[in-house]
């Protein structure tokens, strides 16, 4: 049985590939972009070439198979992008695709259970049997883990933490309006800094940009608030604010063992993982209880979480009986 899989994870503008072990660790790495995968009809015989040479070899028995992670709908059943904005895919049966080319086992599933996977076996999931994941970034993702299985939901769409209602209407990227990534989210946080420069305000972030509102970053607006501007830790604390209740809703439904909270704008201790830590953990306890609180810790696995936990569900999914 071999020990070691082929990871690839598949974003709206990087793709990466991984050899991954059984334990989570990654063996080698390689990343591109990933506009050549744009066209559909050709993506999985591009996807295949770079795969071949990446490990060198069009031979795959010496690997467990392919765990491939999407950003978008995903349906894991048929192993399909049902959509992909960025890449404009629609309905492309990649698992099947693959399979075909390589003959080798083939998973997919979209990149947050595919991060939580990571979680749950090799980061700070391990030895958790319920957690909800939470990962913001530019965008905002989250899965739920119960019983040390992913809560899919019907089309796979559970643990849609980001597109939790979170007022307002701001026009989100799913479609909807008032999601929480339109609060949270790295883009929005960003749309809505150069905003508030183009109306004069946020002197500080303005300054770090150099005046100019387009090159204002969500790290432009942490810096910033690190000064005490007061549009960047308005901004900040919205974000703050909307995943704490955001966050406190779903563990009051589910009630896990702990939350997960990672990506590059959930890790930032001061405004944002710290307070909503806080938060959660106090509003999380039954007063005049002695029931544990539910813990706030900050994911393990960094943006490596997709590529491990997808590396790692080829082993995970295999039927119990062929496992040795
Ligand atoms: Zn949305």
């Given at each position: 049985m071999p020990q070691t899989s082929i990871a690839v994870e598949?974003?709206?503008?990087?793709?990466r590939l991984g050899i991954v072990d059984s334990l989570g660790a990654i063996l080698r790495s390689h990343?591109?972009?990933?506009?050549?995968?744009?066209?559909?009809?050709?993506?999985?015989?591009?996807?295949?070439?770079?795969i071949v040479?990446f490990i060198g070899s069009e031979s795959f028995s010496e690997f467990a198979g392919i765990g491939i992670s999407?950003?978008?709908?995903?349906?894991?059943?048929?192993?399909?992008?049902?959509?992909?904005?960025?890449?404009?895919?629609?309905?492309?049966?990649?698992?099947?695709?693959m399979e075909?080319?390589t003959g080798a086992r083939v998973t997919?599933?979209?990149?947050?259970?595919m991060?939580?996977l990571g979680e749950l076996q090799a980061g700070?999931?391990k030895?958790?049997?319920?957690?909800?994941?939470?990962?913001?970034?530019?965008?905002?993702?989250?899965?739920?883990?119960?019983?040390?299985?992913?809560?899919?939901?019907?089309?796979?769409?559970?643990?849609?933490?980001?597109?939790?209602?979170?007022?307002?209407?701001?026009?989100?990227?799913?479609?909807?309006?008032?999601?929480?990534?339109?609060?949270?989210?790295?883009?929005?946080?960003?749309?809505?800094?150069?905003?508030?420069?183009?109306?004069?305000?946020?002197?500080?972030?303005?300054?770090?940009?150099?005046?100019?509102?387009?090159?204002?970053?969500?790290?432009?607006?942490?810096?910033?608030?690190?000064?005490?501007?007061?549009?960047?830790?308005?901004?900040?604390?919205?974000?703050?604010?909307?995943?704490?209740?955001?966050?406190?809703?779903?563990?009051?439904?589910?009630?896990?063992?702990?939350?997960?909270?990672?990506?590059?704008?959930?890790?930032?201790?001061?405004?944002?993982?710290?307070?909503?830590?806080?938060?959660?953990?106090?509003?999380?306890?039954?007063?005049?209880?002695?029931?544990?609180?539910?813990?706030?810790?900050?994911?393990?696995l960094?943006?490596t979480a997709a590529l491990i936990g997808a590396g790692l569900s080829v082993f995970r999914d295999l039927p119990t009986e062929i496992i040795p």
């Amino acid at each position: 049985m071999p020990q070691t899989s082929i990871a690839v994870e598949i974003g709206g503008s990087v793709l990466r590939l991984g050899i991954v072990d059984s334990l989570g660790a990654i063996l080698r790495s390689h990343r591109e972009d990933s506009s050549h995968l744009c066209d559909q009809a050709t993506a999985s015989k591009l996807l295949y070439a770079d795969i071949v040479e990446f490990i060198g070899s069009e031979s795959f028995s010496e690997f467990a198979g392919i765990g491939i992670s999407m950003a978008g709908l995903v349906d894991n059943e048929a192993r399909s992008m049902v959509s992909a904005s960025n890449l404009g895919w629609r309905d492309l049966h990649m698992g099947d695709e693959m399979e075909a080319r390589t003959g080798a086992r083939v998973t997919v599933d979209k990149d947050t259970n595919m991060s939580a996977l990571g979680e749950l076996q090799a980061g700070a999931g391990k030895g958790l049997d319920s957690f909800i994941y939470a990962s913001l970034g530019t965008g905002v993702g989250g899965a739920v883990v119960y019983g040390g299985k992913l809560i899919r939901g019907i089309g796979n769409r559970g643990g849609e933490f980001g597109h939790l209602y979170a007022g307002g209407d701001a026009q989100c990227g799913c479609g909807l309006r008032g999601c929480l990534e339109t609060v949270a989210g790295g883009a929005h946080i960003t749309r809505r800094a150069r905003e508030e420069a183009m109306r004069g305000q946020g002197a500080e972030m303005l300054r770090l940009a150099n005046g100019d509102p387009e090159a204002i970053t969500p790290v432009t607006v942490v810096q910033a608030a690190k000064q005490d501007d007061e549009v960047s830790l308005g901004l900040l604390s919205d974000a703050e604010l909307a995943v704490g209740v955001g966050l406190l809703n779903a563990v009051r439904m589910i009630y896990p063992q702990a939350v997960i909270l990672g990506g590059s704008i959930g890790s930032v201790r001061k405004f944002i993982f710290e307070p909503v830590k806080e938060y959660v953990e106090r509003m999380s306890v039954l007063p005049g209880t002695n029931l544990p609180s539910v813990k706030v810790l900050p994911a393990a696995l960094g943006d490596t979480a997709a590529l491990i936990g997808a590396g790692l569900s080829v082993f995970r999914d295999l039927p119990t009986e062929i496992i040795p």
